[in-house]
């Protein structure tokens, strides 16, 4: 089992910024990919950005050039920079981290950490 925890949520107005943590637990495991998802009320959760453990990089068209995801594969733990926030970047934040048993991806989940951009 790998223990994913996420951390740095909060309320900021819109045009501030947040930098959000994510650390896996991954004793005897190696972290293939990491990255966030996120979730509005009433809508699909959706992937945010990613980042493997080479360091490729991958964003939805609407956080790029505002959001960096960047890793520390000694930590196994992943950030989100994010700057210029928007009332719609308002969700639950949703971190994963993939590792590889045998021939199989296995996903791990956190708990979310609610970001809110309102004035």
């Known amino acids: 089992q790998v223990q994913v925890v996420e951390s740095g949520g909060g309320l900021v107005q819109p045009g501030g910024s947040l930098r959000l943590s994510c650390a896996a637990s991954?004793?005897?495991?190696?972290?293939?990919?990491m990255g966030w998802y996120r979730q509005a009320p009433g809508t699909q959760r959706d992937l945010v950005a990613s980042i493997t453990s080479s360091g490729s990089t991958d964003y939805v068209d609407s956080v790029k050039g505002r959001f960096t995801i960047s890793r520390d594969n000694a930590k196994n733990t992943v950030y989100l920079q994010m700057n210029n926030l928007k009332p719609e970047d308002t969700a639950v934040y949703y971190c994963?981290?993939?590792?590889?048993?045998?021939?199989?991806?296995?996903?791990?989940w956190g708990q979310g950490t609610q970001v809110t951009v309102s004035s």
């Open positions: 994963y981290a993939v590792r590889r048993i045998l021939s199989v991806d296995v996903t791990d």
């Open positions: 991954a004793r005897g495991y190696s972290i293939k990919a």
